[in-house]
């Protein structure tokens, strides 16, 4: 999911979602209930540059209920 919505952002000739290291879902399981993802990611570059660009899932029916936030 963290790579489908990174590879969403991205310009063609960017590969930032080969930059992702490692994915955590945080909190615990409970069937039909949505939990959050830490994602992190190799470079500070393609940090950048996927928060600047994370206005283009604003427009995007599937990725509707995504919270985008550098920490």
Do not use: N
Not at 14 to 21: G, K, M
Not at 22 to 31: C, M
Not at 34 to 47: E, G, L, S
Request: net charge positive; glycine share 4%; hydrophobic share 35%.
């Amino acid at each position: 999911m963290a790579k489908t919505v990174i590879k969403r952002v991205q310009d063609s000739t960017q590969e930032f979602d080969q930059e992702v290291e490692e994915v955590i879902r945080l909190g615990r399981y409970s069937e039909g209930v949505k939990r959050p993802m830490k994602v992190k990611i190799r470079c500070q570059v393609a940090v950048e540059e996927i928060m600047a660009r994370k206005g283009k899932l604003a427009d995007d029916v599937d990725h509707k209920e995504i919270w985008k936030k550098k920490i």
